[in-house]
């Protein structure tokens, strides 16, 4: 399988600080149809670029699609 995400910054809330908006596409490497279902796991990180408690799980539509706004977290 092969996952594909983007992110981007968008406006911030009141009170939760900068949003980013989250999208992925979750298609199979061989035939690049998309996977329903998938889910798409996400882990925040600390400074040094180590995993943090807590996480995130998105499952993806049947069109492999899945999008969600997040408070930000740092991209490694």
Known sequence: ML???MSGLATAQQDEG?????RFVVVR????????NAAVVLHPVNRKGKQTKGGLELKTD???NR???RPCWRVV
């Open 62 to 64: 049947n069109d492999g």
């Open 18 to 22: 900068p949003m980013s908006d989250l």
């Open 67 to 69: 999008s969600s706004a």
């Open 29 to 36: 490497d061989y035939n690049g149809k998309p996977v329903r």
């Open 3 to 5: 996952g594909l995400g």
